[in-house]
């Protein structure tokens, strides 16, 4: 009869061992929850104080009348297909180029990053 004894106290250590385990598991989700609780707190009561406001005066430069540039007008630096004339260097773009053949010009796709 010494064969039940060793089994009842190896049941008795599983079920203990179980009510353990869900003893921390809840325990462990009320501590989340009430951490919880207490950011959500934190967090709510920093952005809703009631603060002063300020407001400083900043010297404004008076409005100069002096004009921007006008800027030039692009150039094409491809060849525009069926324009017949030589392909200008891409160092030194002509300004030369009509602006119906580069209007005319098929988009130019760069695939890659920069």
Do not use: F, W, Y
Request: glycine share 8%; net charge positive.
């Amino acid at each position: 009869m010494d064969a039940p004894r060793p089994q009842n106290e190896a049941i008795e250590a599983r079920d203990a061992a179980r009510r353990r385990v869900r003893r921390l598991t809840l325990g462990a989700a009320a501590v989340a929850t009430a951490a919880t609780g207490v950011i959500a707190a934190i967090t709510a009561g920093t952005g809703t104080t009631a603060r002063k406001v300020v407001r400083q005066l900043l010297a404004v430069a008076p409005a100069t009348s002096a004009s921007v540039p006008a800027v030039p007008e692009p150039t094409a630096t491809v060849p525009v297909a069926g324009s017949g004339a030589p392909a200008a260097p891409a160092a030194a773009p002509t300004s030369a180029a009509s602006p119906a053949a580069v209007a005319s010009a098929p988009p130019v796709v760069v695939s890659g990053g920069s």
